[in-house]
């Protein structure tokens, strides 16, 4: 590892647990928690942290910060907050009633994984500093407002998340688009182009060990060349108190990359996930490669989805087993998916928000895009896992969401959806065990094919999120008219190079 770039692995196992490396056993020792201001400013004195860095996540849920030294750091900043410009984060606040005050959560408080200099890292919720509300357009609040609805509700007392965020690391990125042309280029030493490269610039000659186009799923190295660094990934994730299960190559050349992380509350798994990407994306610069998260950056192979697997829990048992229903699924759990089946159209527009998100969701492949549920078909848009029959175990997966998604807004939203379900006792149909693109499956609706549709949807369908002022109007709207404007005629107004193949010689 390249120490002038990250603190050392050794250096944060010491702030981290107070233990050398060598010390740290094979499951994830308890990082020390802070509960209230006090413990955090007695936390970063104890272990010598110089600076604090407070962090915060936009409406298409991109993380912000702004830092300090650490001797600023005073009980009453928890009280009184710390101001920002509203007006230069993207779809928050026009320039007339641009001040914003930040509200750091003691809970969230550990020692940055990605910084040379010794730094607490804080996650931050905001408020209007005029009327002293929460902010209505903070997705980490509208995460919390729903967790609120849900033991509200009486249904249950809370709900338990374990995404599954893919990702590709190539080893160099080019990419650009003017007015006289555009392209990409991703350079990868796994990619199975490159096969036929004379020169190897680790080794010389071209040694040949590369996962063929969608042949990387569980290849041993000298095949999977990122093994090492997956490990050194997760060793950081542990440092920051993250709770990691597995990780292991993907299907797609290129190297596609899972990390399984150990299910949790929603709020807390949405904080979780946002440092789970700030870990990878930075581990990968610091090895000089480079990691995204984009739902289908390459053509002709695998994307990458985040899928979700939730269940709700009432005074400490799983709502979703019943041990005499289809895959152990209890009629709680048929509602909830029956909910999330009816809008999906809508939900999409906040679990797969990007217009690259309808490359990957493309009928005839592995893709989920059958709005039906299934034990083991991974063709339908929910899935129920039979790895175990543990009451304990028994979830769905919501398969249809991509890591491109704000975890804020997308799971809140999947909950107000399973929740309507329930509520609303609707039936999610039949389920579906055979493979849905047969010529002579059953007739089965598909999720919409673009951006724009599942905005169309969601400026239609949206009074499910509305209960409970979880979701309000004025997000909804902002929300979608920001996807049209930035991101759906981004791409519409602007040929591509493929239509140069197709159309120039007409």
């Not at 990968?284 to 002709?300: E, N, Q, R, S, W």
């Not at 217009?355 to 549920?373: D, H």
């Not at 549709?453 to 909804?476: Q, Y």
């Given at each position: 590892m390249s120490h002038n770039k990250l603190m050392s692995m050794e250096e944060m196992a010491k702030i981290a647990y107070g233990k050398s490396?060598?010390?740290?056993?094979?499951?994830?020792?308890d990082i020390e928690r802070c509960s209230t201001p006090k413990d955090v400013l007695e936390y970063?004195?104890?272990?010598?942290?110089?600076?604090?860095?407070?962090?915060?996540?936009?409406?298409?849920?991109?993380?912000?910060?702004?830092?300090?030294?650490?001797?600023?750091?005073?009980?009453?900043?928890f009280e009184e907050g710390l101001g920002f410009d509203g007006?230069?984060?993207?779809?928050?606040?026009?320039?007339?009633?641009?001040?914003?005050?930040?509200?750091?959560?003691?809970?969230?408080?550990?020692?940055?994984?990605?910084?040379?200099?010794?730094?607490?890292?804080?996650?931050?919720?905001?408020?209007?500093?005029?009327?002293g509300e929460p902010y209505n357009k903070d997705s980490r609040y509208v995460a919390q407002k729903a967790e609120k609805y849900l033991s509200?509700?009486?249904?249950?007392?809370?709900?338990?998340?374990?995404?599954?965020?893919?990702?590709?690391?190539f080893d160099g990125i080019r990419f650009g688009y003017e007015t006289g042309g555009a392209f990409f280029q991703i350079e990868s030493d796994m990619a199975s182009w490159e096969s036929g490269r004379a020169h190897d610039p680790r080794f010389g000659a071209n040694l040949g060990y590369r996962p063929e186009q969608k042949r990387g799923y569980f290849r041993v190295p000298p095949v999977d060349t990122l093994q090492d660094w997956r490990s050194e990934s997760i060793m950081r994730m542990m440092m920051a108190?993250?709770?990691?299960?597995?990780?292991?190559?993907?299907?797609?050349?290129?190297?596609?990359?899972?990390?399984?992380?150990?299910?949790?509350?929603?709020?807390?798994?949405?904080?979780?996930?946002?440092?789970?990407?700030?870990?990878?994306?930075?581990?990968?610069?610091?090895?000089?490669?480079?990691?995204?998260?984009?739902?289908?950056?390459?053509?002709?192979?695998?994307?990458?989805?985040?899928?979700?697997?939730q269940s709700l829990w009432k005074d400490g048992k799983n709502l979703f087993y019943d041990a005499d229903g289809y895959a152990y699924l209890s009629d709680t759990a048929k509602y909830y998916i029956g909910g999330i089946?009816?809008?999906?159209?809508?939900?999409?527009?906040?679990?797969?928000?990007?217009?690259?998100?309808?490359?990957?969701?493309?009928?005839?492949?592995?893709?989920?895009?059958?709005?039906?549920?299934?034990?083991?078909?991974?063709?339908?848009?929910?899935?129920?896992?039979?790895?175990?029959?543990?009451?304990?175990?028994?979830?769905?997966?919501?398969?249809?969401?991509?890591?491109?998604?704000?975890?804020?807004?997308?799971?809140?939203?999947?909950?107000?959806?399973?929740?309507?379900?329930?509520?609303?006792k609707i039936d999610p149909g039949a389920p579906m065990d055979r493979d849905l693109f047969e010529d002579e499956a059953p007739e089965v609706e598909q999720v919409p094919g673009s951006l724009n549709e599942?905005?169309?949807?969601?400026?239609?369908?949206?009074?499910?999120?509305?209960?409970?002022?979880?979701?309000?109007?004025?997000l909804i709207e902002t929300y979608i008219d920001w996807k049209r404007k930035n991101e759906v005629d981004a791409l519409r107004l602007r040929p591509h190079p493929i239509e140069y193949v197709m159309y120039y010689d007409i």
């Amino acid at each position: 590892m390249s120490h002038n770039k990250l603190m050392s692995m050794e250096e944060m196992a010491k702030i981290a647990y107070g233990k050398s490396l060598d010390e740290i056993s094979a499951v994830t020792p308890d990082i020390e928690r802070c509960s209230t201001p006090k413990d955090v400013l007695e936390y970063a004195e104890k272990h010598k942290l110089s600076i604090v860095d407070v962090k915060f996540t936009d409406l298409m849920g991109r993380w912000h910060h702004f830092s300090m030294p650490t001797h600023f750091l005073e009980e009453s900043m928890f009280e009184e907050g710390l101001g920002f410009d509203g007006s230069s984060i993207r779809a928050f606040q026009d320039i007339h009633e641009s001040d914003m005050i930040l509200f750091m959560d003691p809970t969230t408080a550990i020692v940055d994984p990605a910084m040379t200099i010794p730094t607490l890292s804080i996650v931050c919720n905001i408020n209007d500093p005029i009327t002293g509300e929460p902010y209505n357009k903070d997705s980490r609040y509208v995460a919390q407002k729903a967790e609120k609805y849900l033991s509200d509700s009486g249904i249950a007392d809370f709900s338990n998340w374990g995404p599954e965020a893919e990702f590709f690391v190539f080893d160099g990125i080019r990419f650009g688009y003017e007015t006289g042309g555009a392209f990409f280029q991703i350079e990868s030493d796994m990619a199975s182009w490159e096969s036929g490269r004379a020169h190897d610039p680790r080794f010389g000659a071209n040694l040949g060990y590369r996962p063929e186009q969608k042949r990387g799923y569980f290849r041993v190295p000298p095949v999977d060349t990122l093994q090492d660094w997956r490990s050194e990934s997760i060793m950081r994730m542990m440092m920051a108190g993250i709770d990691v299960e597995v990780h292991h190559g993907e299907v797609a050349s290129a190297g596609q990359m899972e990390i399984d992380l150990k299910y949790g509350p929603l709020v807390s798994m949405c904080d979780t996930l946002q440092t789970y990407k700030y870990i990878l994306k930075n581990t990968a610069v610091d090895h000089g490669k480079t990691l995204t998260f984009m739902p289908k950056p390459m053509f002709g192979d695998n994307g990458s989805g985040m899928h979700c697997h939730q269940s709700l829990w009432k005074d400490g048992k799983n709502l979703f087993y019943d041990a005499d229903g289809y895959a152990y699924l209890s009629d709680t759990a048929k509602y909830y998916i029956g909910g999330i089946i009816k809008h999906t159209p809508a939900l999409l527009a906040l679990c797969a928000p990007s217009t690259n998100s309808y490359k990957r969701l493309v009928p005839g492949y592995e893709a989920p895009v059958m709005m039906a549920f299934s034990r083991r078909n991974r063709s339908a848009c929910v899935r129920i896992p039979v790895y175990s029959n543990s009451p304990n175990s028994i979830r769905i997966e919501y398969r249809c969401p991509d890591p491109s998604a704000n975890p804020y807004l997308a799971f809140a939203a999947m909950l107000m959806a399973g929740l309507d379900g329930i509520e609303n006792k609707i039936d999610p149909g039949a389920p579906m065990d055979r493979d849905l693109f047969e010529d002579e499956a059953p007739e089965v609706e598909q999720v919409p094919g673009s951006l724009n549709e599942v905005l169309n949807a969601l400026e239609t369908d949206n009074d499910f999120l509305l209960k409970g002022g979880v979701f309000t109007a004025d997000l909804i709207e902002t929300y979608i008219d920001w996807k049209r404007k930035n991101e759906v005629d981004a791409l519409r107004l602007r040929p591509h190079p493929i239509e140069y193949v197709m159309y120039y010689d007409i």
